[in-house]
Structure formats: C-alpha cells, structure tokens
C-alpha cells in the first residue's frame, strides 16, 4: 500500500493537472462562442446566395460550365482539415483515418496523381507519413479563418480542374451539428453536381414549393449570370468549410477537457479515501502498539 506522503502528493499532482484541464475548457468555451457568432453571421448570405442560383438553376435554361464538366478521373485533389494542437479527443485521429480510407480507394491511380491540400498541423503530419504529395501549407487558415484566404485556396481549386489538371476535387472535415455532435464528413466539391442544388437550399433542407413559377428577365443572360454566381458559391463552400471545422475543433477540446476534469474530480476522490483508509490505519496501528506496549 502507498504510504501516506505517496497518496497526498498525487493528490497535489491530480490537482493541479484538473486546474489547466479546466482552464482550457473555459478557454475552448470562449473560442466556441466566437466560432458560432462567425457562422450565425455567415449563414444568412449564403442561404440567399443558394437561394438565387437555386432559382435560377430551377428555370428551363440549359446551362454548362468547366466546373460542372465530369471525366474519367485519373487525377485527383483532396483539401482535408484538421487542427494546429492536439487534446480535442479523436478530432485528428479520426480525420487522419478517413483521410486513409479515401487514398485507399484511389490507390489505383498512384501517390503521385493524388494531390491532398491539409489545412492544419496535425494532417500535415500524417500526410507526411502517409508519403503524399502535399500541396502547400494552410496552417494559418485554422486559427481565424478569413474570407480571402478562402478565396485564395477556392481560386486555386477551380483553376486546377478548369485546366484539366485535376478531375475530381474533394473535401474532407467536420461539420458542426451540435456542441455534442461533430459529423465528419466527406464530400464532392468539383465537378459540381447542379442536379442535387435544386433539391436543397443552403441549410441541407427541402425548400417549400413557391406556388409559382420562377419567369425571370436577365441582363445580359442567364448563362452569364450563373458564370459570375458559381465561382462565388464554390468560394462561399471553401469558407464554410473552415469555419464549420474551426468550430467543431473547439467544441470537441471543450468536451474533452470536460471530460478529462471530471475524470481528475473522480480521481480525487478515489485519492481521497485512499488517503483516509491508510491514515486511518496507521493511526490505529500506533494506538495498538501504545496499548500493547503498556500491557507488558
């Protein structure tokens, strides 16, 4: 059994470890609410912008773009993102598994014709070990995620596949449901499937049939119009993108630092009546020696 001093110093210890836990908590709280006004502030933009290229797309005129044009893929771009530190849980381990998963299944076309984009220290790593040609450092756009930068990396995405240097962009990253609820997820980015933005507006929900028919007047066309508004919409998906794994980063290390504090509470107490028992013990160890020592 530990003695007493063993006991009480890792209490000290398990103490001091709960204050930073805690800390960090409060600190990943507070970046948590900043995330989520970011995105409040976002959302009603881009569910207009959605709106109107839903509307028009919803029109009878035939439209075709370089962004919607599919071909055999035989060259590929994956932007995965994942976080600058560690302690949020399975955040980057998990991403870092689909990340896996998804070279798998294009390992028939050769490391050298996929191409992966990581937004964040932790992925850069693993691509690293992965043996992946890594295009560039996004470090900077995990921390506060600002629109140019998004447009920047959006910029360099749509001029890759509207050269025909690459046929198929994906993304890779959590979106935030819920404080609770961080979905990973895996998605199409280029070619654009235009089909599927008829059915949704910009909050994943079915949009309400109008009850009449959308007859617009454009100047100067419809196709020029939806030219300007696609590039618009696919940067718009590239910052969303990062705010929504900005913000389920800060969320998971609350929870994970909740959890590691009520872990550490639990362990005190444990500590706690460990530390009793053995002062016990040794107290009435003393008294039997003290009476033994007087019977003689």
Known sequence: MASLKEVKNRISSVKSTRQIT???KMVASAKLHKAQGRITSMLPYQRKLNEILTNFLRTETSFESVYTAKREVTRVAIVV?????SLCGAY????????EKTLAG????????ILVYPVGKKIEEAVKKLGCVKQGSYQK???????????????ELMASFAENKVDRVELIYHHFKSMGSQIL???DYLPIDLSKMTEATGDGKKEASRGFNNDYIVEPSVGKVLAELLPMVLCQKIYTMLLDSVTSEHAARMLAMQAAT??????IQELTIQYNKTRQQSITNELLDIIGGSMK
């Open 22 to 24: 805690s800390a960090m």
């Open 81 to 85: 993102c994942s976080s600058n530190s």
């Open 92 to 99: 980057n381990s998990n991403v870092a598994r689909l990340l």
């Open 106 to 113: 294009y390992s028939h076309l050769g490391k050298e014709n």
């Open 141 to 155: 756009l995990v921390d506060v995620p600002a629109y140019a930068d998004a447009y920047r990396l959006a910029e």
């Open 185 to 187: 997820t895996r998605e």
């Open 262 to 267: 009520d872990n550490a509470d639990d362990l």
